[in-house]
């Protein structure tokens, strides 16, 4: 994905350690979640990673614009790419712990949760495939669509929990 960023002009190889950089922060995310799981409750972890998740393509889709100097141009993928492993890492976890808190977990709710994680999942791929009049798949005409993509699969996320998260509380005030 780094190779095709219009951010800096990157090797396969520059790329390959970005990823890398992204995978690192990915594994060691969850070590650090869990640290910080016994003081903040899960709606505070979700918070925070989605808005590293958040700031992160944030920042990679205003680097592609020429807002940032090009000369830190590197430094911010490599920044943002930590930010965004760090992001995904506990998302997942920090979801099931919030349904189990505020709704309960059965069968159904996993189910539920498996469905619609995949299909997401699988609206990414498909929507670089999506061939254009010209015969080329749209990601070889605009490289930062994958960055576009996530970055609006993260905002309708963010705004999902958010309405959860005021549909909680007015049903809190209701029963008392």
């Not at 498909?126 to 960055?147: K, N, T």
Request: aromatic residues 14%; charged residues 10%.
């Amino acid at each position: 994905m780094f190779q095709y960023l219009d951010v800096v002009q990157l090797s396969a190889s520059e790329a390959a350690h970005i990823t890398s950089v992204l995978s690192f922060f990915y594994t060691i995310g969850p070590f650090f979640s869990a640290l910080i799981s016994v003081w903040l409750a899960p709606d505070t972890i979700l918070v925070y990673h989605y808005a590293c998740l958040l700031g992160g393509f944030t920042v990679l889709a205003l680097g592609s614009t020429g807002v940032f100097h090009s000369s830190h141009n590197l430094a911010l993928v490599y920044g943002t790419s930590g930010l965004i492993g760090y992001g995904f890492s506990a998302v997942i976890p920090a979801l099931y712990s919030f349904v189990q808190r505020h709704f309960g977990l059965d069968d159904r709710v996993c189910g539920l949760f498996a469905f619609v994680s995949g299909t997401f999942s699988l609206a990414i791929p498909l929507g670089l495939v999506v061939v254009s009049s010209s015969g080329e798949a749209a990601f070889e005409q605009q490289p930062m669509l994958l960055i576009y993509l996530q970055l609006g699969f993260i905002a309708a996320s963010l705004a999902i929990f958010a309405l959860l998260r005021l549909w909680i509380s007015v049903e809190k005030r209701r029963r008392k």
